[in-house]
């Protein structure tokens, strides 16, 4: 699977946001996708995840409330929609897909089980 996150930029704080991920080369359908992100100096983190189907999604502690993950399995994408945007909130947005049927967390928002990555869009926030 190949894939090519867009849509970063430079945001206010407060302001809004949506990135999106394009998937090519495998059936995009067959595989639950991840939103993480990795700030300067810091570890990569779990920012959202959906299901291959679409119905299940995750989200991490930070961005509840705030972000929404979805997916349209007949165009191959997947969406990241950010509002409320914090200062915090700027890092280096990745896309990632694994393949499995799987619906559980565990299964979903941990990186180290992703076998493919897009290159990254960055989003900053200022103050």
């Known amino acids: 699977v190949q894939l090519q996150a867009s849509g970063g930029g430079l945001v206010q704080a407060g302001g809004s946001l949506g990135l999106s991920c394009a998937a090519s080369g495998r059936t995009f359908s067959n595989y639950g996708m991840g939103w993480f992100r990795q700030a300067p100096g810091k570890e990569r983190d779990f920012v959202a995840a959906?299901?291959?189907?679409?119905?299940?999604?995750f989200y991490g502690d930070s961005v509840k409330g705030r972000f929404t993950v979805s997916r349209d399995n007949d165009k191959n994408m997947v969406y990241l929609q950010m509002t409320i945007l914090r200062p915090e909130d700027t890092a280096v947005y990745y896309c990632a897909a694994r393949r499995t049927f799987s619906v559980r967390s565990a299964d979903l928002i941990e990186g180290a089980k992703y076998s493919y990555w897009g290159q990254g869009t960055l989003v900053t926030v200022s103050s």
């Open positions: 959906i299901s291959r189907g679409g119905g299940t999604t």
